[in-house]
C-alpha cells in the first residue's frame, strides 16, 4: 500500500520561527497536497504541486510556501510562523494529474505556535 | 473556485439506524464526488465515490447518490455500527483549467453511532 510520511506527529515552535514540514511519499505519485485541518473548517488546500518544481496555490496559501525538489518529497514552509497557524497539518498524494484520483494521506503533523 | 457544503455537521444515531449526510456543490463542471472517512486520531481514508456518469454506487453498507441536475450528492450508511464513529468529509473535483486535480472539501460531519 502507498506510504505517506509526515516528518514530525508533533510540533511545537515559537512565534516568528522558520518551521519545516517534510512529507515523503513512496509511490511515484505525480501530485502532492499540503492540507490544514481545524475544527469546523474541514480541510483546507494550502499547496498542491503536480509535478517536480511546480507548485499551485490552494484556498489558503498565505503565510506558506513550499519546495519539491524531488519527485517522492514535498516540503511546507512557514516562514514565520504565528499563533493562528497552530493547526493540524495533512500531507497528501494521488497518482496522476489528468485523473481524479484517490488522495493518500499522511498521519499529520499538529503544529502548535507559542 | 467550486464551493461544498456539507450537512449536518454533527448526526448521532443509534446502532442499526441509517445515517444520510448530504452535500450541494456550486460548479456544474464537477465530475468527481469522493467520501472520506477519518476516524478519531487517524488519516482520511477514502471509503467510496462516484463519477458524474453514474446515478448512483453501492458498496455494502454505504452508498452514494448523486443529482447533478441538482447539484447535490449523498452518503448513505444503513445499519449502522459504533465502528461507523467518525469524521466524514465529502469532495468534488473539476477537470478544467489550472484546477485539475484538487478536491474541494465540505467542512465535515461528526456521525456518532449510539450501541
Known amino acids: 500500500d502507498v506510504k505517506v510520511t509526515q516528518s514530525s506527529r508533533y510540533l511545537v515552535k515559537r512565534t516568528g520561527e522558520k518551521v519545516f514540514l517534510e512529507c515523503v511519499q513512496d509511490?511515484?505519485?505525480?501530485?502532492m497536497f499540503w492540507y490544514r485541518q481545524d475544527p469546523g473548517l474541514g480541510l483546507r488546500l494550502i499547496y498542491f504541486?503536480?509535478?517536480?518544481?511546480?507548485?499551485e496555490k490552494g484556498d489558503i496559501p498565505e503565510g506558506y510556501s513550499v519546495s519539491r525538489e524531488k519527485k517522492e518529497r514535498f516540503s511546507l514552509i512557514l516562514e514565520s510562523a504565528s499563533t493562528n497557524q497552530t493547526s493540524m497539518y495533512l500531507c497528501a498524494s494521488s497518482l496522476q494529474m489528468w485523473a481524479n484520483e484517490k488522495l493518500f494521506f499522511g498521519s499529520g503533523t499538529q503544529l502548535s505556535v507559542l | 473556485g467550486e464551493n461544498v457544503e456539507q450537512h449536518p455537521s454533527t448526526l448521532s444515531v443509534q446502532e442499526g439506524d441509517s445515517a444520510v449526510i448530504k452535500c450541494t456543490y456550486s460548479d456544474s463542471a464537477s465530475n468527481y464526488f469522493p467520501w472520506y472517512k477519518q476516524e478519531l486520531g487517524k488519516r482520511p481514508q477514502l471509503i467510496i465515490d462516484i463519477r458524474s456518469n453514474v446515478g448512483e454506487k453501492k458498496d455494502q453498507r454505504i452508498a452514494v447518490t448523486l443529482n447533478k441536475t441538482a447539484k447535490h450528492f449523498s452518503l448513505h450508511i444503513t445499519e449502522t455500527q459504533p465502528e461507523d464513529s467518525a469524521v466524514y468529509f465529502c469532495?468534488?473535483?473539476?477537470?478544467?483549467?489550472?484546477?485539475?486535480?484538487?478536491?474541494?472539501f465540505g467542512r465535515g460531519t461528526q456521525l456518532t453511532v449510539w450501541p
Open positions: 469532495a468534488a473535483s473539476i477537470n478544467r483549467g489550472s484546477t485539475l486535480g484538487r478536491l474541494y
Open positions: 504541486s503536480y509535478d517536480v518544481k511546480m507548485k
Open positions: 509511490m511515484d505519485h505525480e501530485n
